[in-house]
């Protein structure tokens, strides 16, 4: 359940601010490096800090599972959004997309959602007032 909803939320963001980009651009075909890079951007961010929340509250084996198989989904879903709607579906541009772009996103969501991960659990466990702990 918990991939389910993190891969739902993402893949839905992400689909939106394709969409956004696409309708705001109006077909003139340019390439964008700055969009591109505040999505990927946006994406690590919203990883890191959810990552982060989880890791305040669960245990870190569990975080990192959760989060590797969400960026293993997000590793398919980002080139199929792209392939979709980009003009001229091509089977085998999807496919490029997906042995290429897939391991770079799943890297970058992975990345960020484990080193928030590690944050959130350092938070979790650090000295409150009167000097005590949090179990772990």
């Known amino acids: ?38 999505a990927f951007g946006l994406l690590m961010l919203g990883a890191g800090v959810w ?3 989880d890791g305040m509250h669960d245990r870190y084996a569990r975080v990192a599972v959760t989060w590797v198989s969400v960026a293993l989904l997000m590793g398919v879903v980002v080139p199929v959004t792209i392939s979709l709607t980009e003009a ?34 350092a938070v979790r466990s650090s000295p409150r007032r009167g000097g005590r702990s949090d179990p772990a």
Do not use: K, Q, Y
């Open 88 to 121: 001229g579906f091509s089977g085998r541009v999807l496919l490029s997309d997906v042995l290429t772009v897939g391991p770079f996103i799943a890297v970058l969501v992975a990345g960020a959602a484990l080193i928030g991960g590690l944050v959130g659990m």
């Open 1 to 38: 359940m918990n991939v389910l909803t993190r891969i739902i939320a993402f893949a839905t963001a992400w689909a939106l601010f394709s969409l956004t980009v696409l309708w705001l651009s109006e077909g003139r075909g340019d390439a964008n490096i700055g969009v591109g890079l505040l």
């Open 51 to 53: 990552g982060a929340f």
